[in-house]
Nanobody, 118 residues
Framework: QVQLVESGGASVQAGGSLRLSCVVT?????????IGWYRQPPGKQRELVAQ???????NYIDAVKGRFTISKDSAKNTVYLQMSALKPEDTAVYYC???????????WGQGTQVTVSS
């Protein structure tokens, strides 16, 4: 059974940094997967923030380019989202999502809260 568990969310001041972690069990993150970080601000829809593809290519939404970095750690089977220069508009619940490339199975974590105050 594939499970994703996020952690690292916190309350920080604007300009600060956080690193979110998504520990994956039940599947090797270097298998044929796409793994993404999503966020859902209060009262808004969930949106893709960053994703990392099978071949290691990464994609980011414009709002976080240059500030956020997604990466994978094979030893810990963990996906990270390093966030810097945080802004109040980054406040949201952040979720990790894994999609298996061939079967298209989708797995979500439970989310971790990030709050950025001005």
């Amino acid at each position: 059974q594939v499970q994703l568990v996020e952690s690292g969310g916190a309350s920080v001041q604007a300009g600060g940094s956080l690193r979110l972690s998504c520990v994956v069990t039940g599947r090797n993150i270097f298998s044929l997967n796409t793994i993404g970080w999503y966020r859902q601000p209060p009262g808004k829809q969930r949106e893709l923030v960053a994703q990392i593809l099978n071949d290691g290519r990464t994609n980011y939404i414009d709002a976080v380019k240059g500030r956020f970095t997604i990466s994978k750690d094979s030893a810990k089977n963990t996906v990270y989202l390093q966030m810097s220069a945080l802004k109040p508009e980054d406040t949201a619940v952040y979720y990790c999502k894994l999609i298996t490339t061939i079967a298209g199975n989708v797995y979500w974590g439970q989310g971790t809260q990030v709050t950025v105050s001005s």
